[in-house]
């Protein structure tokens, strides 16, 4: 019996098994947690416990598994989605999503450097944010991999409706959202500031 064989006359090569992108994730996530620690940032909230939804915009935000800014990860996983089929729809869907994965574990290791951390508290209405706890940067990576899911199913008018309805929803909650994080990171705007923190 022939091995099946292309129109070219070679042989197809096996595909990536599915476990190991599995195990490739969870490295990442490990070598977030790992350096992140190694970096100085807590294991969980310095008040002790571990919560599923923290909705007070206080010194709990990016303690706990959950806050309003896990939407704005949400919204990064489809941004990357985006990304990555304009630029690679070619490789496989696991090996992207690795990707993604690996690019919103480097940002929440560069989140919670010593620059970006005082960016925030100079800059943003983040006054007392210390950098975010592990447990919480890692739930951050997840939240990105639901978004990047999300993309994946939703038709692109509902991915669009989503991202407007999430940044409404912000806006209106925590006067702050992924767009108003990104300005006032890299330009910030005083008015707006002020707006943010009430004023």
Not at 143 to 166: D, E, Y
Not at 193 to 199: E, F, M, R, S, V
Request: aromatic residues 10%; glycine residues 8%; negative net charge.
């Amino acid at each position: 019996m022939t091995a099946l064989t292309r129109g070219d006359g070679t042989t197809p090569r096996a595909g990536v098994a599915p476990w190991l992108y599995v195990l490739a994730i969870v490295a990442v996530l490990v070598v977030v947690a790992e350096v992140e620690l190694v970096m100085g940032r807590e294991p969980i909230c310095t008040c002790g416990f571990i919560s599923l939804w923290h909705g007070a915009v206080d010194s709990q935000n990016s303690q706990q598994l959950a806050d309003w800014y896990t939407f704005t990860h949400i919204e990064h996983g489809l941004a990357f989605y985006a990304l990555l089929f304009l630029v690679a729809r070619r490789l496989p869907m696991p090996l992207r999503l690795l990707l993604a994965v690996g690019i919103e574990g480097a940002w929440e290791i560069a989140e919670n450097s010593p620059f970006i951390i005082d960016r925030y508290r100079t800059a943003t209405l983040s006054l007392d944010y210390y950098g975010d706890s592990v447990v919480n940067s890692v739930a951050d990576v997840v939240a990105m991999m639901v978004g990047f899911w999300m993309a994946r199913r939703l038709p692109v008018w509902g991915t669009v409706a989503f991202v407007v309805l999430v940044e409404v929803l912000l806006v209106l909650t925590i006067r702050d959202n992924l767009a108003l994080n990104i300005i006032m990171l890299i330009h910030p705007i005083e008015m707006l500031k002020q707006w943010q923190l009430g004023g």
